[in-house]
């Protein structure tokens, strides 16, 4: 099952769980490194997953896409549920802890690392492991755990200054703070380019002690799960290729808004698709 071809060099590389997410009809693939990665290389990126997953995962070959993974006996399971006063998350069967020495050596110099955690699952010193790159961060996964029964809870995060001043840009969601305005306080002066998503409301950025809203066009919403994670490999990508956070946000925000439209990771938009966008996104 572990079995890949020899590894070539990538201009993405994302660290985190590949999961099982489990939905009505069975399960899907789910997690940042998922919704991330497919992202990535709909924008043209060659693309490396280090994750972890059981042998009761099928990882599909995608184009573009190569997978390193670190065995283990089980794969990291969620369970969305969503009610008017917001989601309900449980998490079952983590797969394998994430080190540097599971980094393959042709990319640890990757012009983009993208460190994805979802479930405490990934070393935050690897913030500070790839000075040739720029890292950008996804780090709900560090700022929540699983009690007893699975039920996904947040927690405080003791390494964030640590962790966000190694990076180059930091993306999350107002619900990964659970809408605690202070908290988000705390983090700004860690962090070079801090990024907030607020789902329907679209994205606020901070940097260089500026402040700006990007607001999404109207959509039906079906399915939001991934959209954060479409963001967040947009905008790394986009800073990393103009190097000016605000065309990043703005061609992210529109790009992310597109995917709530559909459901499970059909809404990650093609490379068709953004081809034809960019007439109407970029200047």
């Known amino acids: 099952m572990f079995n890949y ?26 997690g940042t490194a998922t919704y991330s990665a497919l992202t990535a290389a709909a924008l043209g990126m060659r ?4 994750t972890s997953y059981g042998p009761d995962l099928e990882v599909p070959a995608r184009p573009n896409i190569q997978v390193s993974p670190v065995p283990a006996d089980t794969t990291t399971t969620f369970k969305n549920i969503y009610t008017p006063s917001g989601r309900i998350q449980y998490v079952h069967h983590p797969a394998a802890y994430l080190e540097l020495s599971a980094v393959p050596d042709i990319w640890r110099n990757a012009p983009i690392v993208h460190l994805g955690p979802i479930m405490q699952e990934v070393d935050p010193k690897l913030a500070r492991a790839f000075p040739n790159s720029l890292v950008g961060l996804t780090p709900q996964g ?67 002690g500026d402040l700006r809203y990007f607001r999404v ?67």
């Open 5 to 30: 071809p020899a590894l070539e060099p990538v201009d993405y590389l994302l660290l985190g769980h590949i999961t099982k997410d489990i939905t009505p009809t069975g399960y899907s693939l789910g």
């Open 47 to 50: 693309v490396g997953i280090v």
């Open 142 to 208: 560090w700022m929540r755990k699983a009690n007893g029964d699975g039920l996904v809870h947040y927690t405080d995060w003791p390494e964030a200054r640590y962790v966000l001043e190694g990076a180059q840009a930091v993306v999350f969601s107002i619900e990964d703070v659970q809408g605690d305005e202070s908290i988000v306080e705390e983090l700004i002066p860690s962090t070079r380019v801090l990024v907030v998503t607020e789902g329907s409301s679209g994205s606020r950025l901070y940097w260089n």
């Open 217 to 283: 066009p109207p959509v039906e919403e079906i399915d939001p799960v991934g959209a954060g994670d479409i963001f967040a490999a947009t905008f790394f990508t986009r800073l990393q290729q103009t190097r000016d956070p605000w065309e990043a946000a703005r061609y992210a925000t529109q790009l992310a808004s597109i995917s709530v439209s559909r459901s499970g990771t059909s809404g990650i938009p093609t490379e068709e698709e953004i081809k034809a966008g960019l007439i109407t996104i970029l200047p």
